[in-house]
């Protein structure tokens, strides 16, 4: 499948969206990639990474984030299962429960319906090794900040507004999928 042909059906390629998004989409690839392929002992299904990640955040065009191009009508925190909608109306199963399931660290309909947020009511949360690491993979880079990698500290910071269980479960992936030990202060180049 080439994903960027399908990024094409609903981006301009000229727009800043699809800018943002392939940029953002690329590192989060790369990284999943990197990830899949220091477990081979996993099995990973490297070749679904590849397009799962590209896949990703393809229902951002949906919400109203101007800062990254996106004039929608729907809130942001959305873009997962709109995206997931799209890549099932396109044939994608599998790769829309990536879309689904990426959001935070996986969001419990408990959440869902504490929270009050403008979700279906439904667990979201990533089941599959290959969702879990294109969740994990995606939340060192920012869209809205020129793509920028975050360290380790600093997604562990930027993850304290959504509780401490979350900050446990980014943890526990973190030494499962880097081997760093939960809560050790690391540098950038130690993430890579």
């Avoid at 299904?45 to 229902?59: N, P, R, V, W, Y």
């Avoid at 997931?84 to 109306?89: D, G, P, T, V």
């Avoid at 401490?164 to 992936?173: A, G, L, T, Y």
Wanted: hydrophobic share 40%; glycine share 6%; with cysteine.
């Amino acid at each position: 499948m080439e994903t960027l042909t399908l990024l094409q059906k609903y981006f301009d390629p000229s727009s800043l969206a699809y800018t943002i998004l392939v940029k953002h989409s690329y590192s989060v690839t790369q990284k999943a990639i990197a990830i899949a392929e220091s477990h081979p002992e996993w099995n990973p299904d490297i070749s679904f990474i590849k397009e799962a990640a590209m896949l990703h955040d393809i229902g951002i065009f949906l919400t109203n984030a101007p800062a990254i191009g996106c004039f929608g009508k729907h809130q942001y925190i959305e873009h997962g299962y709109l995206g997931s909608n799209i890549l099932k109306a396109e044939g994608l199963p599998r790769h829309a429960l990536v879309c689904e399931r990426h959001t935070g660290m996986g969001l419990s309909i408990q959440e869902i319906v504490e929270k009050n947020l403008p979700l279906p009511h439904r667990n979201m949360i990533p089941l599959t090794l290959e969702e879990q690491i294109i969740c994990y993979a995606d939340k060192f880079f920012s869209k809205s900040q020129n793509n920028k990698e975050f360290s380790i500290d600093e997604v562990r910071i930027s993850l304290t507004k959504y509780g401490p269980q979350v900050i446990q479960q980014f943890d526990k992936w973190t030494s499962l999928f880097l081997g760093i030990e939960v809560g050790k202060l690391v540098s950038k180049s130690e993430t890579k």
